[in-house]
């Protein structure tokens, strides 16, 4: 009985929560193509930084470590692997190189 009554309604069988997390999803790689666009290395997640390289470097943490699991959607994977290409790796470990090496 309720069934016929919200069938007049577009989308009420939809799954609102799979959509808005798709959505999120779809943001952030987003967010993450517009940071490394801007020159900046890749998001870190520890606690000490703050603000929105924090929140990418959470959402890249994450996405890491359901590759290394074997749990990426594998459309989401070509999509991360093609807007942002060695997103698997990440920032290489000690110092920076200096772009100018005047001073080596």
């Known amino acids: 009985m309720f069934r016929e009554g919200l069938a007049v309604l577009d989308g009420w069988e939809g799954k ?18 517009k940071y490394r666009a801007a020159g900046n290395d890749w998001p870190r997640h520890k606690a000490t930084i703050i603000g929105h390289e924090h929140d990418l470097g959470i959402w890249l943490h ?35 190189q200096q772009a100018d090496a005047a001073y080596a």
């Open 62 to 96: 994450a996405q890491r470590y359901k590759a290394r699991r074997g749990e990426l959607d594998p459309a989401k994977q070509q999509a991360r692997d093609e807007a942002v290409p060695g997103w698997r790796m990440g920032r290489r470990r000690g110092r920076k």
């Open 16 to 33: 609102p929560r799979a959509e808005a997390d798709e959505h999120k999803w779809q943001e952030r790689l987003n967010d993450l193509v």
